[in-house]
């Protein structure tokens, strides 16, 4: 049996522009899919790219309409999808960037996003699936981070600090779950292509930015047996970025 027919993997955020590629390469591995979403449109479309919908052989897509910063939502979404114990993949693909401003101009409402969608997130889902995993003694869990994380340049302290954050964290839990059979590792990307960084950098060349695509295929991996070896690691795929 391939690895991936009878995992069941939640990608929180597959409606985004690597999420989606996620959602897709996992459905196209054999994998059950659930994925968040927040405009049902973003959902349908992503329902239509999906392998299963083009006739493909593979996986299947469940869509769960949650603001995983959102207590109660987040509750309602690990009642029904992850208290069962089944998830064994975890990727979150939640995020957002602000920039553009020192730190004193800064205000507390962006602060307040920045940490929540970039930090909170990872720490809600993987506190909901990891009792699951452990008890199951099997689990892959896969950070999206930040290149920034590292190189925390002016005008983007407020994201950088988040993506720095989730990078503890995520490394912390690595070496919490040595003792089990669960998998966490980040993959750290810089600008990869998508439509908003296309309409935000309209003289840059986008050919020489990595295809969220090909991120998924790495994340892909990171999810399957071939990498058991690869743990608490942070990936670059920066292309040549
Ligand atoms: N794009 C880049 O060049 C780049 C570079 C380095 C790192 N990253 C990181 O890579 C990850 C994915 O980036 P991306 O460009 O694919 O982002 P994206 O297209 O904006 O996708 C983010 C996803 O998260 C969802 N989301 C936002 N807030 C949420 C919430 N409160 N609850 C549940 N879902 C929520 C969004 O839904 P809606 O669309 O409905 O808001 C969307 O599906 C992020 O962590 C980002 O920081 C991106």
Redesign the pocket.
Known sequence: MNHFDDKVALV?????????EVCIALLGAGARVIT????QQ?FQNLIADAPSARGGKRGTLTGVD?????PA?AAALVNEHMRAGNIDILV??????AGGKNVWEEDLTTYERML???LK?GFVLARAVLPGMIRQNRGWIVN?????GYGHSAGAAL?SAS?AGALALFDSLADEVKPYAINVNSV???????P??RRAMPSADPAL?PK?AQIAQVILFLCSPESSVIHGAAIPVYGRT
Do not use: C, H, M
Request: proline share 4%.
């Open positions: 929180a955020g597959g409606t985004g522009a690597l999420g989606r968040t979403y927040r405009q973003e949650a603001d995983i910063t959102d939502s979150n693909a939640v995020g957002a960037y929540a969608l970039n997130s999206i981070a930040s290149r920034a994201y993506k750290v990307p810089s600008i990869f292509d998508t908003a960084n930015w969220p």
